[in-house]
């Protein structure tokens, strides 16, 4: 059965060409010679300015979330709140109570607000799985307020012809997924890890940033849409179809031609957006705070984060600190490398104890995916030890009693700082997944705003000081024989 389905998923895995997709930022203006006015101790970070465009703002337009309720509380305020544009973007709704209470303020919201509207993004097979679904709970908006909201759902160009046809629900999730999560309402916008349902509400620990910025907010709105042309529109009938822009369904007609032409929609995007940017960067001088959106689209050629997230590993100088944050330990080989051969900053990795592991518990292949990630972790440790850099790498485990843990992210301290200059924060987890199936997006925050870097440094101490050092855990832990052979076999889909 496993060769079977190891031959069934490889059929439609050809991974879609890069390109120069990076190269087309380079036909922006140049550069101003100063990257962070005022900030001269941030210099060495100004080479982000020629990977993606940057947002200019004050520290004091970024709120730090802490909790899970808290999230929830946020997102329902500011829905009942917004007058304009509510753009959610996740890989799913669930299904529950808090999840229904959302969707209620989404209606009490458009009913108010005539000139509102709603914008929603989710992923097909994730969010149309089983009788009650993400679908089901959204369509009476659809129904009710077609003038107001698009529901679109995205699928993976990757899933079609025999492997479409045979892929059991949940299967055919392994080969690619939406996986964003960005949640916007009018002119703020809350980058985060996190899904809309209930776990995430209530004890699933994961991070959120709520930026009041309306440039920022634009281009997210911007980007969704674009997302969303050749995604799934959802119609009051509960039809799928093409979106009123688009021409190609993603299961049918050309793969290569599906791509090609998505790509070049999102290239176009982040090439306007990086010119405009960089043209205008001086307009704020009160900024302390420096925003990059950084987009992952592996399934159609579009490398942005990872490129990014590779030189600023790589770039770590002696002297400097690294905290990097996973929900699944599955580092991609390429970044295992960068942090053993090239990254000089002590690292300190966090990522769940099994017992904090969403799928620790669950029945068939699922329940072994924690003692997968124990045993990745493992191999990464002892290939530390190999080259003598487990002085500089430390491994700890998040565990608190009666939640999961699903964060992700980083900060990074240059040499002497005290607090954190930088933090990535968003839906990636740094593995094959994130860089070469998943849609992925999160902000790299670059900031000289001591209150800032004070809030960040809570938010990390938090999650740190909620787990225990790991490496002779990682070591002596026990992971079945089976589980080694699934990890051989499907380390990249999960």
């Not at 899970?68 to 946020?74: G, N, V």
């Not at 590993?313 to 970044?335: D, M, P």
């Not at 849609?439 to 800032?452: F, H, I, P």
Request: aromatic share 10%; glycine share 6%.
């Amino acid at each position: 059965m496993m060769l079977y389905l190891r031959r069934l998923f490889s059929q439609e895995l050809t991974p879609a060409a890069q390109g120069d997709f990076l190269g087309c930022l380079q036909q922006a203006p140049s550069l101003l010679a100063t990257g962070f006015p005022g900030a001269p101790a941030l210099e060495s970070l100004s080479w982000l300015h020629n990977l993606a465009p940057c947002f200019p703002l004050r520290g004091d337009q970024i709120q730090v979330i802490h909790e899970p309720q808290h999230f929830y509380e946020t997102l329902v305020q500011r829905i009942g709140r917004a007058k304009r544009r509510i753009v959610l973007a996740s890989l799913y709704l669930g299904t529950g109570q808090l999840e229904n209470a959302v969707v209620q303020t989404l209606r009490h919201s458009l009913e108010k607000q005539t000139a509102l509207r709603l914008n929603v993004l989710l992923d097909f097979n994730r969010g149309t799985r089983g009788a009650l679904n993400s679908k089901t709970m959204l369509l009476p908006l659809v129904h009710d307020f077609a003038s107001q909201v698009q529901l679109s759902l995205y699928h993976t160009p990757d899933l079609r012809g025999m492997t479409k046809r045979l892929a059991p629900p949940r299967w055919n999730e392994l080969l690619g997924l939406q996986h964003m999560k960005v949640y916007l309402f009018d002119d703020a916008v809350i980058i985060s890890g996190a899904n809309l349902s209930n776990d995430y509400f209530t004890n699933r620990q994961d991070r959120y940033i709520l930026i009041e910025d309306k440039p920022l907010a634009d281009f997210y709105a911007q980007f969704i849409e674009r997302v969303q042309e050749f995604s799934l529109a959802v119609a009051p009938d509960a039809s799928e179809g093409l979106h009123r822009n688009w021409r190609i369904l993603p299961y049918e007609g050309t793969k290569e031609q599906f791509i090609q032409l998505a790509r070049q929609r999102i290239a176009d995007f982040l090439q306007e957006t990086f010119q405009r940017q960089a043209q205008t960067r001086e307009q704020n001088p009160q900024a302390d705070t420096w925003v990059f959106p950084l987009l992952e689209m592996g399934q159609i050629g579009i490398h942005h984060d990872s490129v990014v997230t590779k030189r600023l590993l790589s770039n770590c100088v002696s002297g400097s600190r690294l905290k990097l944050a996973t929900g699944y330990f599955n580092l991609t080989q390429e970044y295992m490398d960068t942090l053993t051969h090239k990254c000089l900053a002590q690292c300190s990795i966090l990522m769940a104890h099994p017992n904090a592991n969403g799928f620790q518990g669950a029945k068939g292949p699922a329940g072994g995916i924690p003692a997968a990630y124990t045993l990745i972790a493992k191999s990464f440790y002892e290939s530390l030890v190999r080259r003598k850099q487990n002085h500089r790498v430390n491994f700890f485990e998040y565990e608190k009693p009666g939640w999961t843990y699903h964060a992700k992210g980083l900060w990074y301290y240059l040499p002497e700082a005290r607090l954190p200059n930088l933090t990535l924060i968003g839906s990636s987890n740094f593995g094959e997944r994130s860089v070469n199936r998943d849609l992925e997006t999160q902000v790299c925050l670059v900031t000289a705003n001591k209150d800032l870097s004070q809030r960040l440094q809570a938010e990390a101490d938090r999650l740190y000081d909620l787990s225990q050092t790991a490496e002779r855990e990682i070591v002596q832990r026990p992971v079945p024989r089976w589980v080694q052979a699934v990890v051989r076999i499907f380390r990249n889909f999960f």
